[in-house]
């Protein structure tokens, strides 16, 4: 039976999928929340256009911005793009390196991530040319003079190209993908799409259970991550941090302690940093921390181990020297699971909380960390969707802290990758 590409794609692609057939435009733009079916999209119609007949000559490159995500993320999803289209057994597949090859024709796909520019730079193909390019999670590059860069790369040669970038619309109205989609551009198509377009069979009723709760429980996190709605007018990363006195006796009632530690000491604080989480409601109380310089291990331990009570204590996997040091001092410590996408996914765990409430009497520096950490600025000024790597030592240790917990609920949702959005 003859294959319907319609089928595979959800109504509200329609219009693309046709533009992208007659080549309309060279740009995509696709924005959307959670369950928009972007990515999903995106791995089916870009293998489609590489195999049709006048397009032979046609190499893709599919890219993020740090390499180590690619293999779970997009090399697995259009591996997925091609099991649906029915082809996946006319390609060779490559792990080291990640490559998939078209067998009747020789055709590449190719996933790079920009922290080796160098390997896009020297791209040899056997023949034809790069003509169709994948940008996925396009708010953590760097601006779109990067963007400009990279086309300006791998676009040679060729007649005719397709361009696809997907993203979901970061928070901040002054992040450069908002910015820049303001503009309008003759060669590019926008499409906005939401969960609320996709056939809810596809996406399962537990997704939209979640989806519901979520717009219960914060319908301004519920608009931007399922909608994909712009909710934030400037660069802060944490939204839901509130300052709350908490009482002796309210302190003495917590009891799910939650411990981590990032470890420092000239230039670096050490801190540590100890909350009670209210999973019921989703809620973070802080209400203690060691933030200090200057500290020897043995010392750092003598002032964080009556806090612990003999519980286990996360710290910065990256320190096993430090952890082994706490560990003769009489310190459950252990380093924390890391993973490619653990800074982000921690963090964005950390937003999903309803509060944070931190006491800034017991908590001073945690607090102000919270309030005042912003995402990265380009050259430009404009708010780019990656982490700054100071200033955050404590938000580090609350991440540790709750690595495990985090993970766990991540387990019970339904992650984009799991749905090959």
Sequence with gaps: MELNVADLLAPVYDGLFWSVMRHRYTHYWLAGGRGSLKSSTISILAPLVQIMPENRNCHMVVMRKVGNTLRNSVYNQIIWGLEMLGVIRLYKITKSPLELTYLPTGQRILFFGTDDK????????????VGIVWFEELDQFAGMEEIRSLNQSLLRGGERYWCFYSYNPPKSRDNWVNQEIMIE???????????????EEWL????????EKLKAKNEVLYNHEYLGEVTGTGGSVFTNVEDMKMS??????FDRIYDGLDFGFTIDPLAYVKSHYDAKHE???IFDEIYSTGLRNSQAAEKVKPKLGGRRLPCDAAEPKS????????????GAKKGPDSVEYGIKWL???????????????????????????????LFVSAYPDKNNHAIDALRYAYVEVARKSGRTRLTKEALGL
């Design 248 to 253: 002796d006796e309210m302190v003495a009632g």
């Design 351 to 381: 937003q999903d909380r309803r509060k944070i409430y931190v006491d800034k009497r017991r908590a001073p520096n945690t607090y102000k960390e919270l309030v005042s950490y912003e995402y990265q600025r380009n050259k430009d000024g």
């Design 185 to 199: 551009e003759a060669d590019r198509m926008v499409l906005h799409t939401s969960y609320l377009q996709a056939p």
């Design 204 to 211: 399962g009723r537990q997704f939209i259970l979640e989806a």
């Design 323 to 334: 952890i082994a040091d706490f560990r003769t001092y009489g310190i459950r410590a252990y």
């Design 283 to 285: 809620d973070i109380y």
């Design 118 to 129: 160098t390997k896009i730079k020297s791209i040899k193909l056997p023949f034809g040319y």
